[in-house]
């Protein structure tokens, strides 16, 4: 075989330049520290690696939405057992002033520390989050939600509930409206509500002896009318009689799916309305109580009046802290939602990082290796052109 | 006496004659496309004497140089591949480094932008939120147009390349032709050695530029043909190509043919070389990755658009929309003879394939082929704005009158980035909260509660419109104390527009209020949704998200990279053996040269000796007859 000297030259400058590009290829990654120079090095490696960051964006994004959920529910656990803490003193206060022992001018000390206490509740109910808005405002995180009006109380913000995405598929609510905690509280035993009516002039007081709610109920009203002080009649809301009966104190009368207690001594044409429990705040059931309470009574009908207010104020007040914990048990799982998502997130984002480092960082060792070689093997290469090309027939001519 | 004088000088004349030859070879060594030679010599005829057939010396025959056919047409196919794939992996590499720039790419301003939607639910009510969202929609779009502008400028190159490379066709075309009448002036007797290696050199350098057939005719001169049977050169006479305008696009050059026969376009004809590898890279890497770029522009744009007009932005309107793209291009042909205009619009983005097409009125029918596979696609409707022809996610409205055989390029998304822009005039009109809001009586007797409603119809006309829902027993209602419509607990109830859904079961007076929602700085419900748009399935047949479509084009893209690559280097290696073959029987050896001219040089001295024998001879004969 012939070998032309134009060709031993180009090859030999070809042979060293592919060596020189691989040589600088390998210490582009040595350097870089990375194996994927250019989506050509590893087209699908680039693109798996292009998603996994994608998604290690999306993780890190629902640690900090996470996070903070985590602070507004927090916040608004913290202020709900606040609102707990008050409601029990309230019920305290209400007991004591139901003990019979009490004065108008005692009873009136009782109303004082009450209304202070829903000075607070207040507050708290108008409760601003960290960058201003007010957490029990629904969507309308502007806007005061609670406030004093001449008739009682009005709310002022929604029922809306914001959400928070603390994974792809999982999105929890970062508060509750103020509505559901505080304006929205049924009265009487959380269905029915039985009433003496404001005229009556005897002493009977009524009792639901279905303290924890009743199946069946259709919302039907009653009226029990004394038609003398030891016989009654049960009419519904249209006016027809349903029962009638004798009474002894302390005799239960059921009607319908209802059982009521009516104890004292109620006095002829005496009215009890029973009938589905209203809607209402925890401000005015406190407010009604005080007032309640701050009006003076001078005799056994007037004390039966105030009984039966005070009874309604337990009630509500029952009612009231049983929602608070309704709504504080839902903060607590949503918290405990949060940190299993935190883990589960933290965890992921722990191995897409290894994926991606499994697919875009370099094996040094190989990679130093590879170098090693190829320099040693770029070195050979130059010496042994050198050695030849000095071998040439005209040096001996 | 006087034949051996003869025999000495005819030998002194072919051994300076050689040695010349080896001084040539010498001399050409380095020369590209020169071919060793050797003189050719070959005994004088004999003289007849009595005796026999005396010698007459040495003559002689011509001056060869070794070349090999064969290997010398190996050499340009093994050419004409390695610079197409050169050039194609070049400016392949280019595309590559910038998709996946991790400063430059579109990954990274998809993922802050989307990042600062999210960041912007969890806080709607502060401006800085809405703020740092509106700043990254301006990086987004300044990042799309980045891409595009780059990629705008390798376009341009690119076309700037064609015309160069045609221009340097011409030229070599031009001095192949001026070769072949010197070489057939030179006659076919005695080839003119050092005329046809500069040819061989030409036509090699050509099939750099361009694929090219030869065929040689008897006197010598040869014919180069470029497509399928386009003459380049025919003896002294060429044919050039030329680079215009596309019919299309001013701004786009197309190289045509002026033939005896008419023009003939020579993009989807000519192949390998320089040009047949940036032919490659305009249709199959560039142009696709603008149009996939330009698509995941407009699904951006149309999602995000679509989600927002369903919110209420900071002013408590429906919001407008955030994005504009550039219009679908649809241009006539300057031949078109009719009157004829389209406008298209894309419908459906995930429908939309990545691809031109060609719409054309057929005398009687309106017909469309795709560029990539050059299918027909079936047209519906009847080209009115009323019903336009929709194929493909597609609409095309036709107006004027077009003439039989008029032609109209149809460009879905290739100008979406270079319109994309934010019409929005301030962050206030990223719409975060939710367009209505429903709520129980405080009244109402049951614990059932109604939802904020979901968007469904926002053109309805009521839309916004305060409506009562009333219960009239627990499965019928009736809407502002009209009508009786029916209930099943779980139902949704849609109305003026929206979908509500009442949980509980409602009794009879239960009143919900639904009504336009007002001063909801605190709501996120369509923010949300945004924040949902980033992995909606809007491509592809909404099978792919946007940010999964960028990453299979990076894949794309990346492969069609490699392969061009290690296609170029392992062309490259073939071209290297082919032309050390080629050497091996033309190159000149050096060593062998040095050889040669001690050989020649001691039989240019034996030639000396013979003349001064015969001189003596000469003498001595002279000397004798003195006496």
């Known amino acids: 075989m012939r070998v032309s000297t134009q060709a031993f030259f180009e090859n030999n400058v070809l042979t060293l330049q592919r060596l020189q590009r691989s040589l600088n290829d390998l210490q582009e990654q040595v350097a870089t520290g990375r194996q994927i120079q250019r989506p050509s090095d590893d087209p699908v490696g680039s693109a798996r690696a292009l998603n996994l960051r994608g998604s290690l964006d999306s993780v890190e994004q629902f640690q900090r939405n996470a996070g903070l959920a985590e602070s507004r529910l927090r916040l608004e656990e913290e202020t709900l057992t606040g609102v707990t803490d008050l409601l029990q003193r309230t019920r305290e206060l209400a007991l004591q002033a139901a003990n019979a022992t009490q004065t108008n001018e005692s009873r009136d000390f009782i109303a004082a520390e009450l209304r202070q206490g829903l000075d607070q509740l207040l507050a708290l109910a108008n409760t601003r989050d960290a960058s201003d808005e007010y957490l029990f405002a629904g969507y309308q995180s502007q806007t005061q939600p609670f406030t004093r009006t001449a008739s009682g109380f009005s709310y002022n913000g929604d029922q809306g509930q914001r959400f928070v995405s603390i994974s792809r598929t999982r999105q929890i609510p970062d508060s509750d409206s103020g509505e559901r905690i505080f304006g929205r509280i049924r009265e009487g035993n959380g269905q029915v509500l039985a009433t003496p009516a404001a005229a009556n002039t005897g002493t009977g007081t009524i009792f639901n002896n279905d303290a924890a709610g009743v199946s069946g109920y259709g919302f039907e009203s009653y009226q029990i009318t004394f038609t003398a002080a030891d016989a009654y009649e049960v009419r519904d809301g249209g006016g027809a009689l349903v029962t009638s009966g004798a009474f002894t104190p302390g005799d239960s009368i059921t009607f319908g799916a209802l059982d009521v207690r009516i104890e004292g001594g109620p006095a002829t044409g005496d009215v009890f309305d029973v009938g589905p429990s209203p809607n209402t705040d925890m401000f005015s059931i406190i407010d009604r109580l005080a007032t309640a309470l701050e009006t003076p009574t001078s005799n056994d009908s007037g004390r039966a009046g105030q009984d039966a207010a005070i009874n309604r104020g337990l009630e509500g007040i029952d009612q009231a802290i049983s929602r608070v914990l309704e709504v504080r048990t839902g903060v607590g799982s949503r918290l405990a939602t949060i940190e299993t998502q935190v883990d589960a997130n933290a965890g992921a984002a722990l191995v897409l990082q290894e994926s991606i480092a499994d697919i875009e960082d370099l094996d040094y060792a190989a990679a130093i290796s590879a170098l090693t070689q190829q320099a040693t093997t770029l070195e050979a290469a130059q010496q042994s052109f050198l050695r030849i090309q000095n071998l040439s027939l005209f040096r001996l001519l | ?627």
């Open chain 2, 1 to 627: 006496m006087s034949s051996i004088l003869g025999i000495g000088t005819s030998a002194l004349s072919a051994f300076r004659r050689s040695l010349d030859t080896v001084g040539q070879n010498i001399a050409n060594a380095n020369t590209p496309g020169y071919n060793r030679q050797r003189v050719l010599l070959s005994a004088r005829e004999p003289q007849f004497s009595g005796a026999g057939f005396f010698g007459r010396g040495v003559e002689i025959n011509s001056v060869e140089r070794y070349y090999n056919a064969f290997l010398d047409d190996q050499v340009r196919n093994a050419g004409s591949s390695a610079s197409r794939y050169d050039t194609l992996a070049g400016f392949a590499g280019r595309v590559d480094d910038l998709l996946a720039d991790p400063l430059a790419g579109l990954s990274p301003a998809l993922s802050s932008f989307y990042s600062a939607v999210q960041d912007f639910s969890l806080d709607p009510a502060t401006p800085a939120s809405r703020g740092a969202l509106f700043a990254e929609a301006e990086s987004l779009v300044a990042r799309f147009q980045s891409l595009d502008d780059q990629l705008a400028s390798v376009s341009a190159e690119t076309s700037q390349a064609v015309a160069q490379t045609v221009s340097e066709i011409n030229q070599l075309s031009t001095s192949i032709a001026d070769l072949n009448q010197r070489i057939v002036t030179a006659g076919t007797q005695r080839p003119p050695n050092d005329l046809l290696d500069e040819r061989d050199q030409l036509v090699r350098e050509l099939t750099r530029l361009v694929d090219v057939t030869i065929t040689e005719e008897n006197n010598g001169s040869i014919n180069v043909f470029v497509g399928n049977g386009q003459t380049l050169v025919i003896g002294g006479e060429t044919f050039e190509l030329e680079v215009q305008p596309s019919e299309f696009d001013p701004n786009r050059n197309e190289v045509i043919y002026r033939g005896l026969g008419g023009d003939t376009p020579l993009r989807d004809i000519l192949k390998g070389g320089e040009i047949g590898g940036l032919f490659e890279f305009q249709n199959t890497i560039l142009d696709p990755t603008r149009r996939a770029l330009g698509a995941s522009a407009v699904a951006v744009a149309q999602t995000f658009n679509s989600q927002n007009a369903l919110g209420l932005d900071a002013n408590g309107n429906l919001g407008g929309d955030i994005f504009s793209t550039g219009p679908a291009r649809g241009t006539p042909s300057a031949l078109n003879t009719g009157t004829g205009d389209i406008s298209v619009v894309v419908e459906d983005i995930g429908q939309v394939p990545q691809s031109g097409y060609r719409f054309l009125f057929d005398g009687t029918d309106y017909r469309l082929f795709r560029d990539d596979t050059g299918a027909e696609v079936t047209l519906t409707g009847t080209g009115t704005g009323a019903d336009p022809f929709r194929a493909d996610g597609l609409a095309i409205t036709v107006s004027g009158a077009p003439a039989a055989g008029d032609t109209f390029e149809v460009e879905p998304v290739l100008d979406a980035i270079s319109g994309l822009s934010i019409v929005a005039s301030d962050p206030g009109a990223f719409a975060a909260a939710g367009p209505t809001r429903g709520a129980a009586d405080l009244g109402n007797l049951s614990d059932a509660s109604i939802d904020n409603g979901v968007p469904l119809d926002t053109s309805d006309p009521d839309f916004f419109a305060t409506s009562i829902i009333e219960f009239t027993g627990p499965n019928t209602y009736s809407v502002n104390g009209a009508g009786s419509f029916a209930f099943t607990p779980g139902d949704t109830i849609t109305l003026n527009g929206s979908a509500y859904t009442i949980t509980g079961t409602p009794t009879a007076g239960d009143r919900f209020t639904l009504e336009r929602n007002t001063d909801a700085a605190g709501d996120n419900r369509n923010a949300l949704a945004l924040g949902a748009t980033r992995d909606a399935g809007v491509l592809a047949g909404g099978s792919q998200s946007v940010s999964q479509a960028y990453s299979s084009l990076v894949a794309t893209v990346g492969s069609r990279t490699r392969l061009a690559e290690n296609t170029a280097d392992a062309q490259a290696i073939v071209l290297q053996s082919a032309e050390t073959r080629r050497l091996e029987e033309s190159g000149v050896n050096l060593d062998e040269e040095a050889a040669e001219l001690i050989r020649f040089q001691q039989a240019y001295q034996a030639a000396a000796e013979v003349i001064s024998v015969a001189n003596e001879m000469f003498d001595t004969l002279l000397a004798a007859t003195r006496r």
